[in-house]
T-cell receptor
């Protein structure tokens, strides 16, 4: 099973809202990732967790806050977003950081 | 630093035509190479991979060979179908680091 699940599939939020994106994998992978993808562009890395510790934070604004409660779960907490944050947010996991990544279906986020 | 260069798109082909999408890379070490496919409205799916020179990855009729001498990993398929219409991303993973590098993506449309 190479499935990564993400919820919700779609999210519309106002600039003053607080919401969370969730990601789950049951492949025993020890690295998990958040990416942001704009239309017709490749994914942009936001955060990497390795063995439940944040190992990469690609200068992402503080209105995005990641959390890794355990090795199977990854959350992305959103607060005071801007309209330009509207995008597809992808979660991925891999056996460890140099191995192939498996992606979830994404959450389509619209900030109004 | 490491990087991946993909041929510009979009590419439009007739059904049963031969497909080549070029990918070249720059890396300081011995990276692993991947092709991902993204269908409209979905996340990225791993299509194939190669972890060392002269390896050939293959899946669903697609093939790519890791050529160290030309630093290339071109994607090929002998006979495309309408269902192959998608965006294809070439990617590289360092063998010692923790970064994944994506190409810019190539949009393929196959017409009946």
């Amino acid at each position: 099973d190479t499935e990564v699940t993400q919820t919700p599939k779609h999210l519309v939020m106002g600039m003053t809202n607080k919401k969370s994106l969730k990601c789950e994998q049951h492949m025993g992978h020890r690295a998990m990732y958040w990416y942001k993808q704009k239309a017709k562009k490749p994914p942009e890395l936001m955060f990497v967790y390795s063995y439940e510790k944040l190992s990469i934070n690609e200068s992402v604004p503080s209105r995005f806050s990641p959390e890794c409660p355990n090795s199977s779960l990854l959350n992305l907490h959103l607060h005071a977003l801007q309209p330009e944050d509207s995008a597809l947010y992808l979660c991925a996991s891999s056996q460890s950081e140099r191995y192939e990544q498996y992606f979830g279906p994404g959450t389509r986020l619209t900030v109004t | 630093g490491d990087s991946v260069t993909q041929m510009e798109g979009p590419v439009t082909l007739s059904e049963e035509a031969f497909l080549t999408i070029n990918c070249t890379y720059t890396a300081t070490g011995y990276p692993s190479l991947f092709w991902y496919v993204q269908y409209p409205g979905e996340g990225l799916q791993l299509l194939l991979k190669a972890t060392k020179a002269d390896d050939k990855g293959s899946n669903k009729g697609f093939e790519a060979t890791y050529r160290k001498e030309t630093t290339s990993f071109h994607l090929e398929k002998g006979s495309v179908q309408v269902s192959d219409s998608a965006v294809y991303f070439c990617a590289l993973s360092e063998n010692t680091g923790n970064q994944f590098y994506f190409g810019t993506g190539t949009s393929l449309t196959v017409i009946p």
